[in-house]
């Protein structure tokens, strides 16, 4: 089955600056990789999601890479702000198999600093 | 348009006791997802559904854990008998074909 690593578990940054998180798959077959944000106590809300067709997408001041060579998929944010701060959950799913369900990374933990 | 449904919010039991959760997909999605959220495991895929029928019950701990989906609009995740090591909070999640899921706001479960 999938196997989804992200890392880094913890990520403290300033605001204002830019923050990465990257997550690795292992199921070649896996071409939808969607990421979650978590506020304390909140249900996880998709902010982004990419699929296998394009390298990257972008919204405002969240980004998606895509490098499916390397089976890796990154998060960008851009000029962090203090409501950014939550856990986010990258996850990989396929379509080939016929299978609706995917596999989350075990969370990072972004905290930005006023 | 509302949101995945979850009920309850909260649920004290003893353990021993039945716990069933309860949970309405947004109209038309015609997936349906369980997660279980722990501190120690995260995120965990319990079971999901497609037009009702399960596709994949792996991630069910036990014979303990059982889930329903009589119609397009209702499931049910039960547990019986509850043990504490069952406290989590537990998520039903929606989607459509294109595979973009959407979350309820969870029921967190306390087994005593």
């Known amino acids: 089955g999938e196997n989804v690593e992200q890392h880094p578990s913890t990520l403290s940054v300033q605001e204002g600056d830019s923050a990465v998180i990257k997550c690795t798959y292992s199921d070649s077959a896996s071409n939808y990789f969607p990421w979650y944000k978590q506020e304390l106590g909140k249900r996880p809300q998709l902010i982004i999601d990419i699929r296998s067709n394009v390298g990257e997408k972008k919204d405002q001041r969240i980004a998606v890479t895509l490098n499916k060579t390397a089976k890796h998929f990154s998060l960008h944010i851009t000029e962090t702000q203090p409501e950014d701060s939550a856990v986010y959950f990258c996850?990989?799913?396929?379509?080939?198999?016929?299978?609706?369900?995917?596999?989350f990374g075990s969370g990072t933990r972004l905290q930005v600093q006023p | 348009d509302a949101g995945v449904i979850q009920s309850p919010r909260h649920e004290v039991t003893e353990m021993g006791q039945e716990v069933t959760l309860r949970c309405k997909p947004i109209s038309g999605h015609n997936s349906l997802f369980w997660y279980r959220q722990t501190m120690m495991r995260g995120l965990e895929l319990l079971i999901y559904f497609n037009n009702n029928v399960p596709i994949d019950d792996s991630g069910m701990p036990e014979d303990r854990f059982s889930a329903k989906m009589p119609n397009a609009s209702f499931s049910t995740l039960k547990i019986q008998p509850s043990e504490p090591r069952d406290s989590a909070v537990y998520f039903c999640?929606?989607?459509?074909?294109?595979?973009?899921?959407?979350f309820g706001p969870g029921t967190r479960l306390t087994v005593t």
């Open positions: 996850a990989a799913g396929s379509s080939n198999t016929g299978r609706r369900a995917l596999t």
């Open positions: 999640a929606s989607g459509r074909s294109d595979y973009e899921q959407y």
